[in-house]
């Protein structure tokens, strides 16, 4: 049972426009989520991150929105860049538990 | 200098065969992880160490058996491998309450 879902497998954005990539969750004490990402042959670096007491985050060109209501997080990349081509992994932990749950990932693609 | 690195990067092996992945964090982390993505690209964890002690161990085959000399150091040990275990393993570690995170970069296990 996947407990974090990344429902797009891959996403394909213009240069210079925004990118927007999901993320939806079903246990409700999920209250930590993070946002990492990786290029071929390296492991994942950490991103972002948000608790659940805000309901948005925001570093530079990347913002994490949080809608506990509909259990659903989105990474929004703006002004997309070439080298934010990349499979960006969506996870989530309880406070008390540090193991986070991964989604699957979702290989965004940048045109130029 | 590399935060969390294991070797190899890449391992061939034929069936049957026993070997060993190494893991070194220079982060002074407490906690550190052996998780395996899958061919679907989940990430799953395996093992999780805190201060030279197991406490995560998300039932896999005890043919892997990890082993950590160290908070430094965490080894995944693999005996009698199987056409099953080929996968990508990536360490990981984190300070105490899972911030953090840092991941190695991966090492692609193929058995043949």
């Known amino acids: 049972d996947q407990q974090v879902k990344q429902n797009s497998p891959s996403l394909s954005v213009q240069e210079g426009r925004i990118s927007i990539l999901n993320c939806d969750y079903t246990?409700?004490?999920?209250?930590?989520f993070l946002w990492y990402k990786k290029y071929p042959a390296e492991g994942p670096t950490f991103l972002i991150s948000?608790?659940?007491i805000k309901d948005k985050n925001e570093d530079g060109r990347f913002t994490v929105f949080l809608n506990k209501s509909a259990k659903h997080l989105s990474l929004h990349i703006v002004p997309s860049q070439p080298g934010d081509s990349a499979v960006y992994f969506c996870?989530?932990?309880?406070?008390?538990?540090?193991?986070?749950?991964w989604g699957a990932g979702t290989k965004l693609i940048i045109k130029p | 200098d590399t935060a969390v690195s294991q070797t190899p990067k890449y391992l061939v092996t034929q069936m049957g065969n026993d070997k060993s992945i190494k893991c070194e964090q220079n982060?002074?982390?407490?906690?550190m992880y052996w998780y395996k993505q899958d061919s679907k690209k989940f990430l799953k964890i395996m093992f999780s160490?805190?201060?030279?002690?197991?406490?995560i161990n998300e039932t896999v085959p005890n043919r892997f058996s990890p082993k950590s000399p160290d908070k430094a150091h965490l080894n995944l040990h693999i005996n009698s491998l199987e056409l099953g275990d080929s996968a990508v393993y990536f360490c990981?570690?984190?300070?105490?309450?899972?911030?953090?995170?840092?991941f190695g970069s991966g090492t692609r296990l193929t058995v043949v």
């Open positions: 948000i608790s659940s």
């Open positions: 246990n409700s004490m999920f209250d930590y």
């Open positions: 990981a570690s984190s300070l105490e309450g899972g911030n953090g995170y840092t």
């Open positions: 996870a989530a932990s309880e406070y008390s538990n540090y193991q986070l749950i």
């Open positions: 982060l002074g982390h407490d906690t």
């Open positions: 160490y805190n201060n030279k002690e197991l406490i």
